[in-house]
């Protein structure tokens, strides 16, 4: 993968940016993204934020040999403290984290935030602590998209901040749009997760020390809801 050629997720990700975007793309790496998407003229601008200092000298040197030092900023910040009001940002990319270090980094970067942007949300797992925080916050799912690559499954959530909404417990665990889609690849995906949390439950059950009820609980649960969406 280069700033030529995106991965399969990535390509999904730049598929749901708005056309003309000024984009902060949070945890860049390498800076694939913004400079791909500037390399199409998909975009206007971009803020690359990395915290770690080797991906951010790698970004750097992307968007040097690339000709874009003008359009984009290469930023060594935590999070959301990338941004900046005169970025004038409208869109936020954060791929692959794991969801509740997504819903960390939106949490802790409130202020950042204008509630004018559209989030582009890409969680490695953890996926139901991040729809959470966005309906706790205002933010609407406009859109959720299910694909696999090298053997993984990934979900990318797309939302903005329109004003108070309400899912149920089992939106926010299988995702609004995916429950009502029903694609082979998300039957397919719960198929898989529902014999792990079987497996789960079993060794539990087995476990020498004492396991918190609320625990075991909560993935009795989690295999109710499973099977019922499956059957």
Request: aromatic share 6%; hydrophobic share 45%; proline share 4%.
């Given at each position: 993968?280069?700033?030529?050629?995106?991965?399969?997720?990535?390509?999904?990700?730049?598929?749901?940016?708005?056309?003309?975007?000024?984009?902060?793309?949070?945890?860049?790496?390498?800076?694939?993204?913004?400079?791909?998407?500037?390399?199409?003229?998909?975009?206007?601008?971009?803020?690359?934020?990395?915290?770690?200092?080797?991906?951010?000298?790698?970004?750097?040197?992307?968007?040097?040999?690339?000709?874009?030092?003008?359009?984009?900023?290469?930023?060594?910040?935590?999070?959301?403290?990338?941004?900046?009001?005169?970025?004038?940002?409208?869109?936020?990319?954060?791929?692959?984290?794991?969801?509740?270090?997504?819903?960390?980094?939106?949490?802790?970067?409130?202020?950042?935030?204008?509630?004018?942007?559209?989030?582009?949300?890409?969680?490695?797992?953890?996926?139901?602590?991040?729809?959470?925080?966005?309906?706790?916050?205002?933010?609407?799912?406009?859109?959720?998209?299910?694909?696999?690559?090298?053997?993984?499954?990934?979900?990318?959530?797309?939302?903005?901040?329109?004003?108070?909404?309400?899912?149920?417990?089992?939106?926010?665990?299988?995702?609004?749009?995916?429950?009502?889609?029903?694609?082979?690849?998300?039957?397919?995906?719960?198929?898989?997760?529902?014999?792990?949390?079987?497996?789960?439950?079993?060794?539990?059950?087995?476990?020498?020390?004492?396991?918190?009820?609320?625990?075991?609980?909560?993935?009795?649960?989690?295999?109710?809801?499973?099977?019922e969406l499956l059957a």
């Amino acid at each position: 993968m280069n700033e030529h050629t995106l991965s399969m997720r990535l390509e999904r990700v730049a598929a749901h940016m708005p056309a003309g975007a000024r984009l902060a793309d949070i945890g860049s790496d390498h800076g694939y993204l913004p400079v791909a998407l500037l390399r199409r003229g998909a975009i206007a601008a971009a803020v690359a934020g990395e915290v770690a200092l080797t991906p951010f000298q790698a970004a750097r040197r992307t968007v040097r040999e690339n000709g874009f030092e003008q359009r984009i900023s290469v930023r060594h910040a935590s999070g959301l403290a990338a941004i900046r009001p005169q970025d004038e940002i409208t869109a936020i990319s954060i791929c692959g984290m794991g969801g509740e270090t997504i819903r960390d980094i939106l949490a802790s970067g409130k202020a950042h935030l204008s509630g004018r942007e559209r989030l582009i949300l890409q969680p490695n797992g953890g996926e139901q602590p991040l729809r959470q925080w966005l309906m706790e916050n205002h933010y609407h799912i406009l859109c959720e998209e299910l694909l696999r690559e090298n053997r993984f499954y990934y979900e990318i959530i797309v939302a903005e901040r329109i004003g108070p909404v309400s899912y149920t417990a089992e939106q926010l665990y299988f995702g609004p749009f995916q429950m009502q889609a029903r694609s082979p690849l998300f039957l397919g995906k719960w198929q898989r997760m529902l014999g792990e949390k079987r497996k789960v439950l079993s060794n539990l059950a087995l476990a020498r020390q004492a396991v918190p009820e609320a625990r075991v609980e909560e993935i009795a649960r989690q295999v109710r809801w499973i099977s019922e969406l499956l059957a």
